[in-house]
């Protein structure tokens, strides 16, 4: 019987990805030759980066993402351990993220990361490019990593998404009228999938209103349920269970003060015809 090293997830940065990799191979019954032919390296390469002996490369981490079925798992853990652009601590919440079964969020300013489109994430990262808080390969790395969360809805079954947005978030002109226009389509779209809910919650809620900033509520596939928030320096991730359940109950309630999902995709449609009655 041949002797398999455990790992260490916290020996170097390239463990939790070794793991990861090593059960996603197990997991669909193949062998470290066989997962290798499939992604065009050699079977030596797939062994020293399931011991975390080497780093994987980026094409590498899609390809076996692609032949394992992770849904861009590999893929976020990749950019977690290489990169170092994004917000402290919002890594780890996204690497739960991967594998969650239900995301309860609600976003103010902005468009959620999961329901953005390519150039609305673009002049988002192009504004902070101009304010100096990022480099252009900070921005680039923000900008890829933002968009390999967005295969989780490549699983099978996709995780179900409910995402409540501020109406500032319809109204702020990222990007200007053609960017817009074209974030507000993809979001009638992504309303109409089946495993999508999205709500505005809107100006008329005043106080009633019972957050500030955003939250983000996952529920795992063994049922335990996380918290994330961020303040302008850094991410938290909560494993408290009181936080979470009070989180919870005021998540609860903005649902029900907040438009339903026709009435929210009706002001989407609107605000959208208002940009494109805008001149560029």
């Given at each position: 019987?041949?002797?398999?090293?455990?790992?260490?997830?916290?020996?170097?940065?390239?463990?939790?990805?070794?793991?990861?990799?090593?059960n996603?191979?197990?997991?669909?019954?193949?062998?470290?030759?066989?997962?290798?032919?499939?992604?065009?390296?050699?079977?030596?390469?797939?062994?020293?980066?399931?011991?975390?002996?080497?780093?994987?490369?980026?094409?590498?981490?899609?390809?076996?993402?692609?032949?394992?079925?992770?849904?861009?798992?590999?893929?976020?853990?990749?950019?977690?351990?290489?990169?170092?652009?994004?917000?402290?601590?919002?890594?780890?919440?996204?690497?739960?993220?991967?594998?969650?079964?239900?995301?309860?969020?609600?976003?103010?300013?902005?468009i959620?990361?999961?329901?953005?489109?390519?150039?609305?994430?673009?002049?988002?990262?192009q504004?902070?490019?101009?304010?100096?808080?990022?480099?252009?390969?900070?921005?680039?790395?923000?900008?890829?990593?933002?968009?390999?969360?967005?295969?989780?809805y490549?699983?099978?079954?996709?995780?179900?998404?409910h995402?409540?947005?501020?109406e500032?978030?319809?109204?702020?002109?990222?990007?200007?009228r053609?960017?817009?226009?074209?974030?507000?389509?993809?979001?009638?779209?992504?309303?109409?999938?089946?495993?999508?809910?999205?709500?505005?919650?809107?100006?008329?809620?005043g106080?009633?209103?019972?957050?500030?900033?955003?939250?983000?509520?996952?529920?795992?596939?063994?049922?335990?349920?996380?918290?994330?928030?961020?303040?302008?320096?850094?991410?938290?991730?909560?494993?408290?269970s009181?936080?979470?359940?009070?989180?919870?109950?005021?998540?609860?309630?903005?649902?029900?003060?907040?438009?339903?999902?026709?009435?929210?995709?009706?002001?989407?449609?609107?605000?959208?015809?208002?940009?494109?009655?805008?001149?560029?």
């Amino acid at each position: 019987m041949v002797n398999i090293k455990e790992i260490d997830p916290e020996s170097g940065p390239w463990a939790p990805f070794a793991i990861q990799l090593r059960n996603s191979r197990k997991a669909m019954g193949l062998l470290q030759h066989q997962l290798a032919r499939k992604c065009g390296v050699s079977a030596s390469y797939v062994s020293f980066v399931e011991l975390a002996r080497r780093p994987p490369s980026k094409k590498f981490a899609t390809k076996a993402d692609e032949v394992l079925q992770t849904g861009g798992t590999l893929m976020l853990m990749y950019f977690q351990a290489k990169h170092t652009a994004l917000v402290p601590g919002f890594p780890e919440y996204a690497n739960y993220e991967a594998t969650a079964e239900k995301i309860r969020l609600f976003e103010i300013n902005v468009i959620p990361g999961l329901l953005q489109t390519r150039p609305y994430a673009v002049a988002w990262e192009q504004g902070n490019l101009r304010r100096g808080t990022v480099t252009p390969e900070q921005a680039h790395e923000r900008i890829e990593f933002l968009l390999a969360r967005q295969h989780i809805y490549d699983r099978t079954p996709p995780p179900l998404l409910h995402a409540v947005i501020d109406e500032s978030c319809l109204r702020r002109p990222i990007g200007g009228r053609d960017v817009m226009v074209k974030q507000l389509i993809h979001l009638e779209e992504m309303a109409a999938r089946p495993n999508i809910i999205l709500q505005v919650a809107p100006y008329s809620l005043g106080e009633n209103r019972p957050f500030t900033r955003l939250v983000h509520l996952l529920t795992m596939p063994d049922r335990k349920k996380l918290a994330y928030g961020e303040t302008e320096q850094r991410g938290y991730l909560d494993r408290d269970s009181d936080a979470i359940t009070a989180l919870g109950n005021d998540y609860d309630r903005l649902v029900v003060e907040a438009l339903g999902q026709t009435e929210s995709v009706a002001m989407i449609r609107a605000v959208r015809r208002d940009f494109e009655w805008m001149s560029t």
